[in-house]
């Protein structure tokens, strides 16, 4: 088997997606017209044209209007639904969901009508596409540190179904540390927690993440290779690092793939993992991310399984669970 053939056709996981960044530009008009919403571009052309980013601000800019689609549980259903349809189309096998409350309640939308759609369509696609998918609690890092409390509050009849808490939006200027409460209250709760954190942002945001909130895992977290101290931490800690080559690159985080600090992170023993991120808005789903970082990268077939297998340890999985999904990697690969 090619290499190619071997990573579009094995197991894997996607740990770092956001649901609104999945709307696909036929979907949001769709929605659009369904809604009554009034979006800033005249067509699907337009909304491609706007995909030039410049940086992670300006990007958040296109996706917090995108998002303004999403109003009824049918919407958060049919996003999520098409989602894992894309997704069990690469082999993706189990993902963990950020999606935006805040960028949600602010409109009306409920929590039972988010919670119904985004649940109900990841019963019906384990079912019928045989694809796991599980919930993330996304804050925006750039309200108060209140109104994170006070969603984690009002999430609480989800607890269950919820499996972590992450925060991303605009990191530079929003350091961790402003959340330090937040995290406590979800560790609390048993939630994993998870941050994005060295995306634009420095190193340091990547050490405050990991020494005041207490994260299980770092969202993204290239610029921890800025500081040779940190990598050594996290490759002892074994902390896994999900990684987003293409947004990377679109959001030009890095000026290239080959920019993308994959194999460094690797050889000093760290858990990266490959993710999407948005991949409506950076077309490019998992299988894509895998097979551009590997040509880009020259990935040995070693290394690539091993990013792979990372996808599963990476995950807020239990021992049992990742194993099996290990297994069924194994199985596949050999
Ligand atoms: N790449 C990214 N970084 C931070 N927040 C995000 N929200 C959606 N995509 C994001
Ligand atoms: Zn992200």
């Known amino acids: 088997m090619t290499l190619h053939k071997k990573i579009t056709s094995a197991p894997k996981a996607d740990l770092h997606v956001h649901l609104e960044g999945t709307i696909e530009a036929a979907m949001m008009f769709d929605l659009a017209a369904r809604n009554g919403v009034t979006l800033p571009w005249a067509s699907v052309a337009e909304l491609h044209a706007a995909f030039g980013f410049r940086n992670l601000p300006q990007f958040l800019e296109i996706f917090y209007a ?41 409109r009306g939308v409920t929590w039972t009508e988010m ?59 929003n350091p961790p540390s402003r959340f330090v409460n937040a995290y406590a209250r979800a560790r609390e709760l048993g939630w994993k927690c998870t941050c994005h954190a060295g995306e634009e942002g420095p190193h340091g945001y990547v050490t405050e993440a990991l020494d005041l909130l207490k994260v299980d895992r770092i969202d993204h977290g290239i610029r921890s290779i800025d500081n040779p101290a940190l990598v050594a931490r996290l490759a002892r800690e074994r902390m896994p690092l999900t990684v987003c080559p293409y947004s990377n690159v679109r959001l030009q985080a890095v000026p290239a793939l080959a920019s993308v600090p994959l194999i460094e992170l690797l050889d000093a023993g760290c858990l ?16 894509e991310n895998f097979l551009g970082t590997a040509r880009a990268l020259n990935l ?33 690969w050999t």
């Not at 369509?121 to 384990?126: H, L, R, W, Y």
């Not at 925006?140 to 991303?168: F, N, T, Y």
């Not at 996808?311 to 099996?324: I, M, P, R």
Request: aromatic share 8%; charged share 25%; net charge negative.
């Open 66 to 106: 995108g998002l303004q689609v999403l109003r009824t549980e049918r919407d958060f259903f049919d996003v999520t639904y098409a989602f894992l349809k894309r997704s069990a189309a690469d082999n993706v096998v189990y993902t963990e969901i950020h999606f935006s409350p805040q960028g949600h309640l602010e």
């Open 300 to 332: 040995t077939e070693v290394q690539t399984r091993t990013l792979i297998e990372n996808g599963f340890k990476g995950a807020f999985l239990d021992e049992g669970q990742c194993t099996a999904y290990l297994d069924r990697l194994d199985a596949h």
């Open 272 to 287: 990266a993992t490959v993710n999407t991120d948005d991949p409506s808005y950076f077309e490019a789903y998992l299988n």
């Open 115 to 173: 919670m119904d759609g985004i649940l109900g369509a990841a019963t019906k696609a384990e079912r019928e596409l045989g694809i796991r998918a599980r919930p993330i609690l996304g804050l925006q890092r750039h309200r108060s540190e209140e109104d994170a409390l006070k969603v984690i509050d009002a999430a609480l009849p989800w607890k269950q179904d919820i499996v972590a808490l992450g925060m991303g939006g605009a990191e530079l200027g």
